[in-house]
C-alpha cells in the first residue's frame, strides 16, 4: 500500500484525477483509508468512496467469468468464502462521501452513470473513457 499512497499523493499534488479500486476490509484497511483521504485532502482534493456490492449468488457466478483473468482478479470460490470470512469485507468505507450501489442486476455504464450523478462529476471528463473496461464491476 505504501506505493499506492505515494502514487495517491503525487497526483493529488499535481491536480489529477484518479480512480482507484480495492476491496475494503474494515478494521484491516481503516488505516489505508485514512492516509488516503490525508493525501488528497492535504493538496485540497476530494475522495469519493463508492462501495459496490451484488448478491452472494451473483458474486459466486462472476468467479468465473473471463475478465477476472484479465483484471488479475480472485477467481477461487473457496478462497473467496475464506477472506469473507476472516475480514468484512461487506461493510463501507467509514466516511460521509460514499455512494453504496447493489450492482447486481446492472451493467458498467450503468453503475457509472449513477456514480457520475451522485457526485456531481463532468461527464465531459469521462467521455473517451471506456466505462465497461475502466470500471471493474464484480
Known amino acids: ?10 497526483a493529488a ?6 480512480i482507484f479500486t480495492f476491496v475494503y ?4 484497511d481503516d488505516k489505508f483509508v485514512g492516509g488516503v483521504v ?7 482534493g476530494k475522495v469519493c468512496f463508492v462501495q459496490l456490492y451484488c448478491s452472494k449468488r ?4 462472476r468467479l468465473k467469468h ?9 477467481k477461487n470460490l473457496k478462497a473467496l468464502k475464506a477472506v469473507m470470512q476472516k475480514y468484512d469485507v461487506l461493510s463501507s468505507v467509514p466516511y460521509t ?3 453504496i450501489i447493489n450492482n447486481t442486476n446492472l451493467f458498467p455504464r450503468q453503475v457509472a ?3 457520475i450523478s451522485y457526485f456531481k462529476l463532468k461527464p465531459s471528463t469521462f467521455k473517451q473513457m471506456d466505462w465497461a473496461k475502466a470500471i471493474k464491476v464484480g
Open 66 to 74: 473471463p475478465s477476472r483473468e484479465r483484471f488479475s482478479k480472485m
Open 97 to 99: 462521501n460514499n455512494l
Open 113 to 115: 452513470k449513477k456514480i
Open 13 to 18: 499534488k499535481k491536480n489529477i484525477d484518479l
Open 25 to 28: 476490509a474494515r478494521n484491516y
Open 1 to 10: 500500500n505504501k506505493y499506492r499512497l505515494e502514487l495517491i499523493a503525487a
Open 38 to 44: 490525508k493525501r488528497v485532502e492535504k493538496h485540497r
Open 58 to 61: 451473483n458474486l459466486f457466478k
